[in-house]
């Protein structure tokens, strides 16, 4: 694969004349771009999330080959990471790139009502959202909740370093309680306050394992 040959892909399926134009669809630093081309970089991340967003082949941005559009496909491409979310303690993000992308049917997602613009696969670690799902458990994140909606659900979310996967609920006054599935761990709050620390990284849409 060729860094530049990507690039331009995507600048084509942006419509873009250049790399700055580029940088503000893919909502990155056009710097960003210099350092893909100079260290020969693929950007996976962007990749994948413009064959999300754009019906664009995976394959076709990385390679050239095959038919630029998915329109016809009855499958996604879901970019997995192996990172570990903690249904326990802590567990910090070390790898920001995609392990693989993996196919998944689009009527297995929508039967599970699952926004489909921006997915990914990460996994649980931990007891503390037991029976719910378990240790290993695949988790499909929406990726377009970036806050914790009024009826609360199940999140991937950033706070002190670390990364958790935890029930989150609003209080009427504003408050944020962090409640596991598993009752021998005990319910936290988070203070109105001091909710400038939580970076939510997304909803968990679905769980487990779904048809490919």
């Excluded at 297995?108 to 990460?122: D, E, Q, R, Y």
């Excluded at 959202?129 to 290993?136: D, I, K, L, Q, R």
């Excluded at 409640?179 to 939580?198: A, F, L, V």
Aim: net charge negative.
């Amino acid at each position: 694969m060729d860094t530049d040959s990507v690039i331009s892909r995507l600048r084509n399926v942006y419509n873009c004349r250049n790399n700055k134009e580029l940088a503000e669809e893919l909502n990155i630093f056009a710097a960003n771009i210099s350092k893909w081309k100079t260290r020969n970089t693929i950007p996976y991340k962007e990749v994948c999330e413009t064959s999300v967003k754009k019906g664009i082949s995976v394959n076709w941005l990385l390679t050239g080959q095959g038919e630029a559009r998915e329109g016809g496909s009855e499958y996604i491409n879901v970019p997995e990471y192996k990172i570990e979310a903690s249904a326990g303690h802590g567990a910090l993000v070390e790898d920001d790139t995609p392990s693989q992308f993996i196919a998944i049917k689009k009527t297995s997602l929508a039967a599970n009502g699952v926004n489909t613009s921006n997915l990914m696969i990460i996994y649980a670690r931990g007891d503390s959202m037991e029976p719910t799902f378990n240790s290993g458990d695949p988790l499909f994140i929406d990726r377009t909740c970036s806050e914790v909606s009024p009826d609360g659900g199940i999140y991937v979310f950033n706070f002190g370093g670390d990364l958790f996967v935890k029930r989150l609920q609003l209080t009427f006054n504003g408050d944020l309680l962090v409640i596991s599935d598993n009752s021998k761990y005990r319910e936290m709050t988070i203070q109105k306050n001091d909710q400038e620390q939580i970076n939510i990284v997304g909803r968990v849409a679905v769980y487990g394992r779904i048809c490919a």
